[in-house]
């Protein structure tokens, strides 16, 4: 039985092994069994993977009953890194999203403290000594606002760093994948020996 086909079905749909198990209601080892053959759904698992892949139940039955090509090293290890690639890439997506909007949030909210800053600062015109001392204070708030954006912005372009980062080891993974030999690592063993 070939599970590659339900593999393919959820990769191009841009799931994740725990994704789809969650939305089965199934363990995320019982997916991995599925895909890799050692174990086949019931009907009722085919059914749900059939409207979650938005597929007919009877295309993912036929492509279930085909055999499985023989899969080579290189092939299990470029699975490993799409699964890989793929669970970064959605952590990585809901991270900057969060950090966006956390970045959104931080700027309306300096955007009417400047208003409300602004309103009060033209109530007090009239008054020299208090429109002097409440421009200091204003100065001050500023730049420690103008200070946490940056810091934002800072922690921002750090995290989009970060995932070229992920990408560039992505890539040198996958290209090491295709051009690996195979190497035979003996690991000595080392006894451990307590001294009093």
């Known amino acids: ?21 969650q939305n089965l209601h199934v363990d995320r080892t019982r997916i991995s069994r599925w895909e890799s053959g050692m174990a086949v759904p019931t009907d009722q698992d085919i059914q749900a993977l059939a409207e979650l892949y938005s597929v007919d139940a009877d295309l993912i039955r036929s492509e279930l009953a085909k055999p499985d090509g023989d899969s080579t090293e290189a092939d299990l ?9 793929l669970s970064v890439t959605n952590e ?40 002097e001392e409440y421009r200091s204070e204003l100065r001050q708030k500023q730049e420690n606002y103008d200070r946490q954006v940056r810091n934002l912005m800072i922690c921002f372009i750090a995290a989009v760093i970060i995932l070229a980062v992920i990408v ?12 690996k030999e195979e190497y035979n690592v003996v690991v000595p063993a080392v006894e451990v020996t307590e001294e009093y």
Not at 11 to 19: C, G, H, K, R, T
Not at 77 to 82: C, L, N, S, T, W
Not at 101 to 128: F, P
């Open 92 to 131: 990585l997506n809901a991270a900057i999203a969060n950090q966006e909007q956390s970045i959104r949030n931080q700027s309306e909210q300096i955007a009417m403290q400047r208003e409300n800053l602004k309103r009060i600062d033209e109530q007090l015109v009239g008054e020299e000594k208090i429109k």
């Open 1 to 21: 039985m070939s599970g590659r086909h339900l593999r393919k079905l959820r990769v191009d749909n841009a799931l994740s092994q725990s994704y789809v198990a």
């Open 168 to 179: 560039f080891v992505h890539m040198f993974l996958m290209n090491w994948a295709n051009t």
């Open 77 to 85: 290890i470029a699975e490993k890194i799409d699964e890989l690639h």
